[in-house]
């Protein structure tokens, strides 16, 4: 009898010689090929703050995760749709009968299949399409995260850009002041005093502008990090302008309502009870086993048998005691986290309004207007220590000033920035900077971070 198929063990064997050895690096160095590939080498990306938004969208790896998972919900309910509960089973036998010293051949085919009862499959379908909806809202709140670091990230850097310049007009006003206070000194018109207070500010001035460098390097990485972009090969320039309008935030209780209504975290939680509950009815109706319907033919003594017939097990040990209990926790469990949730919400939503109506206040206070006068003071009594009307105590005092209304305009800005991301977050995008501070945002293309 021919046996073609026992050729082809051998012959796979032989192609596989003649292909030669695959390397075992061979994948792990193509992506890594690839990967080299991709890396851009001195590039330069001019980037908006909607154009940060999109890449960081694009590119976050949490975010490109939580989509994968929310693949793998979409398989669970696919799986959960089937309209049977399990592949049909066929099975043969075949029995030899001695009687009498005459033997016979008994042969059977048997067809059996499981099907669905007491409304299993809608209820498996539901939970499965309720935890999907979770996963995809757990997916868009996520994002809207993601958004408000990205955008705080970018404003961030763009405060830490106007501080080195901040920073460098103070580093010049009381650098002028130290050389003509040195100057003075040897005309032997100036006090050592007052050669000593110019230099204690120029060197307050110049500490100040090294640490608003550092900040900004350290800016441009957190933001380089959040796009998933390389800092040794990228040059990013930011091409938006820093201001913060005040937001139209509505009373308390409309926003309170909105964000609970926004909040995908806090509805994916609601679909998590609906999945739980759905679970717990399933795991009670289980508790009926599914029927298995049947047909057979059998020949018997040289007679054809045709039949169908009904079976289905009997629930005596198995009685689903323990997965009704589990189902049952967490139902309980699921509601549990859906009030904490919704309690930590309101939470965050009041505390984050607070906190930016407190840093718009502090803003209002050092806001560029107050800087500008700070420089100006410097200004004017660089021109009254020129004339000689005025000595180091009033030097100090506006070097002072200079110095400590510059470290509060900032930390009021950072303040504001840090509160709106807040918000923003809090709130589930219902208030944002991309509503209240786009249209301020202007492209100015020539500017780098």
Not at 100 to 107: A, E, F, I, R, Y
Not at 116 to 122: A, E, F, N
Not at 305 to 332: C, Y
Not at 370 to 375: H, P, T
């Amino acid at each position: 009898m021919n046996r073609p198929w026992k050729l082809v063990v051998p012959a796979a064997c032989v192609a596989l010689g003649l292909a030669g050895p695959v390397p075992a690096d061979q994948f792990s160095m193509g992506r890594v090929g690839d990967y080299l590939a991709e890396k851009p080498v001195n590039e330069s990306v001019s980037l908006s703050l909607q154009q940060a938004l999109e890449k960081a969208l694009r590119r976050n790896s949490a975010l490109q995760s939580a989509r994968a998972g929310v693949g793998r919900f979409e398989g669970r309910l696919t799986h959960a749709s089937r309209w049977l509960p399990a592949n049909p089973e066929l099975s043969l036998q075949v029995a030899e009968r001695d009687q009498g010293g005459q033997s016979s051949t008994d042969k059977g085919i048997r067809l059996s299949q499981e099907i669905w009862i007491g409304g299993q499959r809608g209820l498996g379908k539901a939970a499965a399409s309720a935890r999907l909806t979770a996963a995809e809202q757990r997916l868009a709140f996520l994002e809207t995260s993601v958004r408000a670091r990205v955008r705080l990230a970018y404003l961030e850097a763009l405060l830490a850009r106007e501080s080195v310049e901040t920073a460098e007009r103070a580093e010049t006003l009381t650098g002028k002041l130290y050389q003509f206070a040195s100057q003075r000194f040897q005309a032997g018109a100036a006090t050592q005093l007052i050669l000593n207070t110019a230099r204690i500010g120029a060197a307050r001035a110049r500490a100040a502008l090294v640490d608003a460098r550092r900040d900004h390097k350290r800016a441009r990485l957190a933001l380089m990090e959040l796009l998933v972009m390389d800092p040794e090969s990228a040059r990013l320039r930011l091409t938006s302008e820093l201001s913060l309008d005040r937001f139209n935030l509505p009373s308390m209780g409309p926003l309170l309502g909105e964000a609970l209504k926004r909040r995908q975290d806090l509805v994916a939680a609601a679909r998590e009870v609906v999945a739980a509950r759905k679970t717990l009815s399933l795991s009670k109706r289980q508790l009926i086993p599914n029927l298995k319907v049947f047909g057979f033919m059998q020949e018997e003594e040289g007679a054809d048998v045709a039949g169908l017939g009904v079976s289905m097990p009997i629930p005596v040990w198995d009685t689903r005691s323990g997965e009704n209990q589990v189902a049952r926790a967490e139902l309980e469990q699921a509601r549990i986290e859906e009030d904490a949730l919704r309690l930590q919400v309101r939470t965050e939503v009041i505390g984050a309004v607070t906190d930016y109506n407190a840093a718009r206040q502090r803003l209002e206070v050092f806001g560029k207007d107050v800087l500008a006068s700070a420089e100006e003071n410097v200004r004017l009594t660089e021109k009254a220590f020129r004339a000689g009307s005025v000595g180091a105590p009033t030097l100090a005092m506006a070097q002072d000033d200079l110095i400590n209304t510059r470290r509060e305009y900032l930390d009021a800005l950072r303040e504001a920035i840090g509160a709106a991301a807040a918000l923003e977050r809090s709130t589930g995008g219902v208030v944002a900077l991309r509503e209240a501070g786009t249209e301020q945002l202007k492209n100015t293309g020539d500017s780098e971070s």
